[in-house]
Structures are given as C-alpha cells and as structure tokens.
C-alpha cells in the first residue's frame, strides 16, 4: 500500500467489501488492516477516482463521499481510514500504521504481529501488487508469510490478500493462484474480483467458511460485474 493509490477506487471495492463482511459475519469483532506501507512514486498510479467507473463500491454514499475528501494527493495518508470505520462503528487496529516496509525491517514486521490482531478478526494483508514467490520484495507478500498469517490466527478470524492483475490472461492467472496457494499454503481460499484486482479469503473453520461464501454472494448479487468463480474468467 502507498499512500497516494488512498481513495481511489480499488480502495472503494476494498473498504465497502470490508464494512460488508464486518456487517454480515457478525462473530468478527475487529477489522485488522495490515497495510505493508511503502514509499510513494512516480508511476502515476492511484489516479483511478473516476467513480463512473468503479465496479463495486459504488452504492455506498459515505464511503464515496469520505475517500473523495483526498482526491487531492497531498492530502493522501492511508491511517485517515480509521475516522471512517470509527464513524460506521466498526473496530479497526491498524498495525505499524506509520511504518514503511524494507528489506531491513521485512522480517520483524511480521514476526511481531501480536495474536490480539488475528483473534475474531477480519486480517486484510494490503500489499502493492500481491503475492509473490521466494525472494521477498516491499511490494509482494510471500506464500510462506502468507502461510505463516494463517497459521497463527484464530479459527475465528478470516485472512484477506489484495492483488493485483498482471497483464496476462486472468483466467490462467487465477488458475495459477489457486495452484500456489493449495500448496502453499495448503488451503483453497475463496475470491472476489472485479477483473482489474481480487481479494483472496480463507477460513479455518469450515462453518465461518460457508458464512463467508454467502456473503461474498449476496455481495456479488449487489455488483454483478464481480466474478467468484474460475469459470467467470
């Protein structure tokens, strides 16, 4: 996460998507945003605030109206999100809010994730571009740490990964996910996409794992662009 992509409309999908499944799975008591912050640059993205052309987020009025607030990028700060959730009532810890991920820190950034923050929570993992394979860099969250978040949270937590599209052919993109995470991992997440970015989801407890399934669904019913399943691609 940088903060100049703040408010644009992958954060409409995300942040809606988040106050829905706080909403709907009424045992989560706490959304933890893990947001792997790094330096902004100069590649001219988070420009994407056309809210004509948002996909998902849309129907949600405060939320559109507070991100709108930093279409200005100087006003972008990424910890500006907590007013929102404290407005909608919803609990929110944001870790290392200030903090910006290196090579020099990666290690203990996540080791010194405390269990208060993957208990009865919503945990979304908010890296640059996704997931990524050996040779950690600022802007992928590996398999293992991926792994590594699973394994420490509660069975009444549920894991959430931002990523981003390559410029390949989805459909094989998210067949090769999938691949990766059941070994991995070892563990076939459910998703949610509006075809330029997916969040990936996983449960331990096959009950909140049904729970969260029907309300990736009944979301889906609100924004019929979105695509749950392989064959959508």
């Known amino acids: 996460m940088k903060n100049q992509y703040f408010g644009d409309n992958r954060d409409l999908f995300k942040y809606d998507l988040v106050c829905h499944?706080?909403?709907?799975?009424?045992?989560?008591?706490?959304?933890?945003f893990i947001p792997m912050l790094t330096e902004n640059d100069d590649k001219g993205y988070g420009k994407e605030r056309d809210r004509s052309k948002a996909r998902?987020?849309?129907?949600?009025?405060?939320?559109?109206?507070?991100?709108?607030?930093?279409?200005?990028?100087?006003?972008?700060?990424?910890?500006?999100?907590k007013?929102?959730?404290?407005?909608?009532?919803?609990?929110?810890?944001?870790y290392k809010e200030s903090v910006t991920l290196g090579s020099d820190n990666r290690e203990t950034y996540f080791r010194?994730?405390?269990?208060?923050?993957?208990?009865?929570?919503?945990?979304?993992?908010?890296?640059?571009?996704?997931?990524?394979?050996?040779?950690?860099?600022?802007?992928?969250?590996t398999y293992y740490e991926a792994r590594e978040l699973f394994e420490k949270m509660d069975n009444s937590s549920?894991?959430?990964?931002?990523?981003?599209f390559p410029r390949k052919i989805h459909r094989q993109c998210v067949k090769d996910w999938m691949r990766e995470f059941s070994k991995e991992v070892v563990?076939?997440?459910l998703f949610i996409s509006d075809n330029r970015i997916i969040f990936f989801l996983i449960a331990k407890d096959p009950g909140l794992k049904e729970k969260l399934h029907e309300s990736?669904?009944?979301y889906k019913e609100r924004y019929q662009k979105l695509r749950t399943d392989q064959s959508e691609f």
């Open 158 to 164: 549920i894991l959430m990964i931002y990523q981003h």
């Open 112 to 141: 010194n994730i405390e269990p208060g923050f993957l208990t009865q929570s919503l945990v979304l993992v908010d890296p640059d571009i996704g997931l990524g394979f050996n040779n950690p860099d600022k802007e992928h969250l």
């Open 21 to 32: 499944l706080m909403r709907n799975i009424t045992h989560l008591r706490c959304f933890t």
């Open 187 to 189: 563990v076939l997440p």
């Open 216 to 218: 990736l669904l009944k």
């Open 83 to 94: 007013d929102y959730f404290s407005i909608k009532g919803i609990r929110m810890r944001m």
């Open 56 to 81: 998902a987020g849309t129907e949600n009025t405060e939320l559109k109206e507070f991100l709108d607030k930093f279409y200005d990028e100087s006003k972008r700060d990424v910890t500006r999100i």
